[in-house]
């Protein structure tokens, strides 16, 4: 059973930064790609990143030199490194597991963790 548990979450400044993590368990995790979602109050859920299994990574336009997605294979791990944050960062952030083995250009996601709260305000 897939299981991701999403920690790191917390209120910071603008311009600060923070680290997200998701302990990834269940599955072979080598062989999916695994990606960040974020939901804002009121809003959609919209991806942020995905890392894929050759650690090629991609990002959502608005977070692109600020945000830094890796994995740890040896640690079914997943981080999201955020610098620079703005205000409208802030959302509960969710780790995703692709749906097929090895996709990555075109994975759909739909296993996620329970989500983590990141607050940016003064």
């Known amino acids: 059973q897939v299981q991701l548990v999403e920690s790191g979450g917390d209120l910071v400044q603008p311009g600060g930064s923070l680290t997200l993590s998701c302990a990834a368990s269940?599955?072979?995790?080598?062989?999916?790609?695994m990606a960040w979602y974020r939901q804002a109050p009121g809003k959609q859920r919209e991806y942020v990143a995905v890392v894929g299994t050759g650690h090629s990574t991609k990002y959502t336009d608005s977070v692109k030199g600020r945000f830094t997605i890796s994995r740890d294979n040896a640690q079914n791990t997943v981080v999201l490194q955020m610098n620079t944050l703005r205000p409208e960062d802030t959302a509960v952030y969710y780790c995703?597991?692709?749906?097929?083995?090895?996709?990555?250009?075109?994975?759909?996601?739909?296993?996620w963790g329970q989500g983590t709260q990141v607050t940016v305000s003064s």
């Open positions: 269940g599955f072979d995790f080598s062989f999916y790609a």
């Open positions: 995703a597991r692709a749906d097929v083995p090895y996709a990555f250009a075109r994975a759909t996601f739909s296993s």
